[in-house]
C-alpha cells in the first residue's frame, strides 16, 4: 500500500465537471493499494497517516498532527501508485489490487479515518478525477507499507 501525503491549504476533486469533495487545512492523500495489501496493513498506515506531525506549531516548527489543526482529508483511490517502472518505459501494473478488491480496501480506509473522527472527503473510486490543491509548503511525504510495517511483507 502506498500513500502519497501532501499537506494542503485546500484541495478539491470533480468528477464530470461535478465537485464530488473539498477540503480546507488538511491532508490531500493519493492511496494505491496492491495485490498483498489487507486490513492490517491498513489499520497500520492510517495510524501513520493520522499521527503525522507536519503542521506547524507556534514555533514554526513541523511538530503538529492533523488533529491539533482540525485538519480535513481527501482521499482519492489511484492504483498508478503501485506502477512499477523499472523495466522499459511504460510502467506494469500487475501488483495493482484488481478493482473487486481495492475498493472495499479503499472504502476501510475511509471508514477508518471517518471514525477516528475526521471529516473525510472522496473522490469516486476508478473514475477519472480532475483533482485541484495548494500544496502548503510544499510538503509531501511517501508512504509505502513495506517501509512501514514489514513484518507484514514477508
Not at 110 to 124: F, I, L, P, Q
Not at 133 to 154: A, R, Y
Request: charged share 30%; aromatic share 8%.
Amino acid at each position: 500500500m502506498r500513500f502519497v501525503v501532501q499537506r494542503v491549504s485546500h484541495a478539491s476533486v470533480k468528477v464530470d465537471g461535478e465537485e464530488l469533495g473539498r477540503i480546507g487545512q488538511g491532508f490531500f492523500v493519493l492511496i494505491g493499494i496492491e495485490d498483498v495489501d489487507n486490513r492490517e496493513v491498513a489499520d497500520k498506515m492510517v495510524q501513520k497517516l493520522l499521527g503525522l506531525r507536519i503542521f506547524e506549531d507556534a514555533e514554526g516548527k513541523s511538530n503538529l498532527p492533523l488533529k491539533d489543526v482540525d485538519g480535513e482529508l481527501l482521499l482519492i483511490s489511484q492504483f498508478t501508485l503501485c506502477g512499477d517502472a523499472s523495466h522499459g518505459n511504460r510502467p506494469s501494473y500487475i501488483h495493482a489490487a484488481r478493482p473487486e478488491t481495492a475498493e472495499p480496501m479503499y472504502d476501510y480506509i475511509v471508514d477508518s479515518c471517518r471514525r477516528a473522527g475526521y471529516k473525510v472527503e472522496t473522490g469516486r473510486f476508478g473514475a477519472e478525477m480532475k483533482c485541484e490543491l495548494l500544496n502548503d509548503g510544499p510538503f509531501t511525504i511517501w508512504m509505502d507499507s513495506k517501509d512501514i510495517c514489514p513484518k507484514l511483507h514477508v
